[in-house]
Every structure is written in structure tokens, then in C-alpha cells.
């Protein structure tokens, strides 16, 4: 039996690699930058895309200073303009802050407004989103833009139409999407070059361990008490 989503899976990890390392080394370089500063991680995805969000928030292995902007309507509502718009009012950015945007099609309102007010702020943008898919795509925001025009680096997850990719005989409808996928990629290796530049430069990163190691609970309390104002927040 052939392994089919095995096989796309390491066929869509060889593009990454050869198409994406040019921006993943800059949004490390951006990433380090910000913690460095003493900034956090702000990471959103609306629907599916919550999943990549909280791929780089608040879990081992991550960083501590890091947070999921929550949109308590899970993504019911992410085509409506001006949703987005009463969403940053409950939002904050301060310097270091580096900001990371996660959709597929990057064509809803919701994140287009995120964007629009990130960038007022003047902190860095990082999208991820599938790039081909999105500048063929026709903008829900009355702006025309699109998300990854707003980006300072856009971390292309490769995926197809639809993000389903994979068909089965005698079977109209394609399954499998691959958007969760590449963007695990993607962001973890950005952490992890992050990471050896914050080394590289003396910095002990604030990294979560994991709560079912033997003193991760008071490593990871210790350093939350830190970040406390920041990450405890929407």
C-alpha cells in the first residue's frame, strides 16, 4: 500500500527547502530581533489556520514570550469587513513585537484588517499563506488588497487550490490538505534558526520546556512571570 500523503508530504518538504530558505533566514533574523528587544511572538490564524498560530504559541519547545490573538468567533465572521477592525481594539504592540499572520488565501477582511493595523504600528509582519493561490485570488476587503501585500516577509506554504491535494479513484472530491502541514515547516524552522542566532549573540532564549519534565512547571512559571503583562492578554 502506497503511503500517498507520505509521499506529497516529502514531495512538498523538498520544495520548502528549496524555494523558502531565503525567507525563513529572514524572518528568523526578524524574529531574534524582537525577542532580543524584548518583544513577543503575536500569531493568528483564523479557522484551520488557528492550528499554525498556535504551532508557535505557548507550547515545549517554543517561546515562552509568545501569545495566540484569540477571535472568539473562530473565524465565523472573517469575510465580514470591519470585524477585524473591532478586533485590534483589544489588541497591543509594542516594540520587539514581531507579528504572524497565517491564511491560505489571505483574500478575508479579518486578516487584511490585522495587517492594515499591524503595519500602522509600525511592527514587523511575517504571512504565511499560499502565495500563487492568493495574488490569483480577487480581495473580500473593499481595500483590494491582499495579505501578503502587507507582509515584510511571506513564508509560502506551496499548497494547491482548494489546499486539498490528493484524489481517490472513482472519486470526484479531493482530500488531504497540506496547508497545516508546510506551515509547521516553515515556522518551526524559523524558531529554530531564531533560536541559534539568539546564541549566537550571548542571549539565553526564553524557551518553554515541557510541563511533563521534571522541573518544566517551575522553569516555564519562572520565566511567564516575566512576560506576564504581555502574554496573559488577547
Not at 47 to 55: D, K, M, P, T
Request: aromatic share 8%; hydrophobic share 40%.
Amino acid at each position: 500500500m502506497t503511503f500517498a500523503f507520505f509521499e506529497k508530504a516529502k514531495e512538498l518538504t523538498k520544495i520548502l527547502e528549496e524555494k523558502e530558505a531565503p525567507a525563513i533566514h529572514q524572518a528568523a533574523e526578524i524574529l531574534a530581533e524582537g525577542i532580543a528587544q524584548g518583544g513577543i511572538i503575536q500569531a493568528f490564524g483564523s479557522g484551520h489556520s488557528y492550528a499554525a498560530a498556535i504551532e508557535i504559541c505557548g507550547r515545549a519547545g517554543g517561546f515562552i514570550p509568545s501569545k495566540v490573538i484569540h477571535d472568539p468567533a473562530m473565524g465565523i465572521y472573517e469575510s465580514i469587513e470591519g470585524v477585524g477592525g473591532l478586533l485590534t481594539h483589544r489588541l497591543e504592540a509594542k516594540p520587539g513585537d514581531v507579528f504572524f499572520l497565517i491564511s491560505n488565501s489571505g483574500r478575508n477582511p479579518l486578516s487584511i484588517e490585522l495587517a492594515e493595523w499591524i503595519k500602522k504600528k509600525g511592527n514587523p509582519l511575517i504571512v504565511v499563506t499560499a502565495l500563487e493561490i492568493s495574488k490569483n485570488s480577487t480581495s473580500r476587503h473593499s481595500s483590494g488588497k491582499l495579505l501578503y501585500e502587507f507582509a515584510d516577509v511571506v513564508l509560502d506554504n506551496h499548497s494547491e487550490f482548494g489546499d486539498a491535494a490528493l484524489s481517490v479513484r472513482d472519486s470526484d472530491v479531493k482530500i488531504c490538505g497540506t496547508s497545516s502541514f508546510s506551515a509547521v515547516l516553515l515556522l518551526q524552522q524559523v524558531v529554530y534558526e531564531a533560536v541559534k542566532k539568539l546564541v549566537a549573540q550571548g542571549i539565553e532564549p526564553p524557551i518553554y520546556k515541557s510541563a511533563n519534565i521534571d522541573g518544566g512547571y517551575e522553569y516555564n512559571f519562572a520565566l511567564e512571570d516575566q512576560y506576564a503583562d504581555r502574554i496573559f492578554r488577547i
